[in-house]
């Protein structure tokens, strides 16, 4: 593995999820192989578990990390070619990749989509600069579209919880929510689940929201989120905004709100969420503080997932 920006990166998605599997049970069992090597982890926008799970990764293997807040601290950057940077821009992302290129053995980015364009969200012109202009392999902490690590440490969770050789019914259902948000958790996690195909993946949204074919593949679409619900082993909830009509709010439905009700027709389901999760209007109260929710868990394998995808990376450096 050279980059990490998709499952597209990734040769054997099952090999890797027994890989982060394997160092939960032992984190330290590497801890020599990224000594004398340095994570750059420079952030465009917030973050909690990304941040914090990635260094206690790469510090479980011996690197260094040091963390760039380049949209607080950092000159605004520049992206397009030919500017003349007469306006709010200082540096181009030419000269401040290559320059953080020198000073990180591995440079990892997180930057969202700015839900105004869907073509250039989608070309994904932000994190393939950094690729293009860094000279060092990149790492996706959640780019425009797609959110790999997030989804690795989601197989690695449904994985865990069902391992006993039975395909599961996984549904990955839209939820309301106030703000638009992007679609890169769903399109990844449909992605990581087509690939690794060892579910059965139903996807469940109000009309307007279908995902982006290029993502959601051949994946199963219900928009009866009842029926869809019917025998799932796994919910995955999460809300996205349009990609048809790009960035805008058509729904703001509560009855797609998941409650321990709506999940009566489970299969005594499991439920999922990337985090961070608004209360009471994605997921109820009684389902979170529940034991069908996991997203703790969800949380935790975080680090086991960047584990395994720094060590690829460093086993190659
Ligand atoms: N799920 C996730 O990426 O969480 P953060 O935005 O807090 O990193």
């Not at 000269?95 to 290129?101: D, M, N, P, R, Y």
């Not at 796994?234 to 790009?246: E, Q």
Request: proline share 4%.
């Amino acid at each position: 593995m050279k980059h990490f920006l998709s499952v597209d990166d990734v040769s054997d998605p099952e090999a890797l999820v027994n890989e982060a599997l394997a160092y939960k049970k032992n984190p330290h069992r590497d801890r020599q192989l990224g000594s004398g090597k340095t994570l750059g982890m420079i952030f465009l926008n917030p973050s909690l578990r990304t941040r914090v799970s990635t260094q206690v990764a790469a510090r479980n293997l011996g690197m260094e990390v040091i963390v760039f807040n380049i949209d607080k601290e950092g000159w605004q950057l520049e992206f397009a070619d030919g500017t003349v940077m007469d306006g709010s821009t200082t540096e181009h992302v030419k000269e401040a990749a290559a320059v953080l290129g020198q000073y990180f053995d591995i440079l990892s980015i997180r930057t969202f989509p700015a839900l105004r364009n869907r073509e250039e969200d989608y070309s994904e012109h932000v994190i393939n600069q950094f690729v293009r202009y860094a000279g060092v392999p990149v790492v996706s902490l959640e780019s425009a579209t797609l959110h790999p690590l997030q989804s690795l440490a989601d197989l690695v969770t449904i994985r865990e919880l069902c391992d006993n050789g039975r395909r599961p019914r996984v549904v990955l259902t839209w939820a309301p929510h106030v703000r638009a948000l992007p679609q890169a958790v769903p399109n990844s996690f449909v992605q990581w689940m087509n690939r690794w195909n060892k579910a059965d993946l139903v996807i469940t949204h109000p009309e307007g929201y279908e995902l982006d074919p290029r993502y959601a593949g051949n994946a199963v679409v219900e928009t009866n989120q009842d029926k869809a619900l019917e025998g799932a082993d796994f919910v995955y909830v999460k809300n996205w905004s349009s990609v048809k009509h790009y960035g805008q709010i058509l729904s703001r439905d509560p009855s797609w709100m998941i409650t321990t009700e709506k999940l009566k027709v489970t299969n005594h389901a499991k439920v999922m969420h990337c985090l961070p999760v608004r209360r009471n209007l994605v997921i109820a109260d009684d389902v979170l503080d529940s034991d069908a929710s996991v997203v703790v868990l969800q949380a935790g394998n975080r680090v086991w997932a960047a584990q395994a995808v720094l060590s690829e990376i460093l086993r190659k450096l």
